[in-house]
Each structure stands twice: as C-alpha cells, then as structure tokens.
C-alpha cells in the first residue's frame, strides 16, 4: 500500500484545529515510515520538498512532539474503570 505524503503545515494553525483534527493529524503522522532506509523506496525516488513521508525527519519529528504537547493540554473524557 503506498501512503500519501503528508503537506508540512505551520505550526501555528494547529491552535486553531479541532481535538478531532489534530488527533487525525498525529495518526496520519503515524503511519508514516521510520526511514527511507527501512521503506520500500528506489534510490531514485525523492520526497518533495513542503511533505512529511519518514519519521526521521526534523518536520515530522517537529510537528509530532508540537501535536504531542497541544494535546496535552486539551480537555479529555477519562475512560471509565472497564473492570468486570
């Protein structure tokens, strides 16, 4: 299955989105490849510039630990105990 790349996005619009979206956004994020090393990926094949496809890289580390830190700080629902 080939993944699309992701578009770099400022990091300061994140503020302004939905909980929904940014949790959208961080699972996005997460499916993305460790490396271009570990990918399926032909030498010849380049990222371009302005998109996210690897987690090694400074955008997607940048804006996941960004995304990480905004949630943080959002209102969430506690699961109720599930114990039987």
């Not at 929904?20 to 997460?30: G, P, S």
């Not at 570990?38 to 302005?50: F, H, I, R």
Request: aromatic share 10%; hydrophobic share 35%; with cysteine.
């Amino acid at each position: 299955m080939k993944r699309k790349k992701i578009a770099v996005c400022d990091l300061s619009r994140f503020n302004a989105f939905s909980t929904k979206r940014l949790l959208m956004r961080l699972n996005r994020l997460q499916e993305c490849e460790q490396s271009f090393g570990l990918s399926d990926k032909d030498l010849g094949e380049n990222t371009p510039a302005g998109f996210i496809e690897f987690k090694e890289s400074p955008d997607w580390i940048a804006e996941y630990e960004y995304l990480k830190e905004l949630l943080s700080k959002r209102e969430h629902i506690d699961q109720p105990n599930l114990k039987h």
